[in-house]
């Protein structure tokens, strides 16, 4: 059964389809499936506000199921800068290198490097059934980029001696934040 995911990024449309489509959950973005969704402003206050928001949207303009992540980086230094603000950290238009610079400037002189990807996925049926599933992964912020796989913040989220760049594909989605969400939300679609 086809399932939309509410987003353009191509890198989160293999996490999931790698972990889904076992399940017969064939995933399409907007463009697989010819339209353009609307932007929906995240006003949630939580990740789990922001991935309904998102997947609701996606389910009314699709009436297809549509699967939403919200994620963030919470940075136990920088309590207040990234969370669910993540993507808008040093604003909306600064490309990825760039916040991965400015987050190593801020981190410059911090011992306590101690960071968390955070990931919750929902899923709103066109009956507006709503799944909801969480992950996290524990790591640290590195001291410069490694790697050239992933995106984001990968490049910079340390776990044990390598970044999430560094890693393969197989590798990260058996221990980031979304791997472990979808695994969740996995169990939960296999028993509703």
């Not at 991935?51 to 919470?74: R, T, V």
């Not at 990234?82 to 238009?93: Q, S």
């Not at 709503?130 to 790697?147: K, N, Q």
Request: hydrophobic share 35%.
């Amino acid at each position: 059964m086809d399932y939309l995911i509410a987003t353009h990024n191509k890198g989160k449309k293999a996490e999931l389809e790698r972990i889904l489509k076992p399940l017969g959950i064939n995933i399409k973005l907007p463009e697989d499936i010819g339209i353009e969704l609307t932007d929906v402003e995240e006003t949630g206050t939580t990740f789990r506000e922001n991935a309904y928001l998102k997947a609701f949207n996606g389910m009314k303009e699709s009436n297809l199921p549509c699967i939403a992540d919200d994620s963030g980086l919470i940075v136990d230094a920088l309590p207040d800068k990234l969370g669910i603000h993540t993507a808008r950290y040093g604003g909306e238009d600064m490309p990825y290198p760039e916040k991965i610079q400015k987050l190593i400037g801020e981190m410059k002189d911090v011992e306590n490097r101690a960071a968390r990807f955070i990931s919750t996925i929902c899923c709103v049926y066109p009956d507006e059934t709503t799944l909801y599933a969480e992950g996290m992964c524990e790591g640290v912020i590195g001291f410069e980029p490694m790697g050239n796989n992933g995106f984001g913040f990968d490049p910079i989220f340390y776990v044990g001696d390598k970044s999430f760049a560094a890693l393969t594909a197989e590798e990260k989605d058996a221990i980031s934040h979304r791997g472990n969400a979808l695994r969740n939300f996995r169990k939960i679609f296999e028993n509703s």
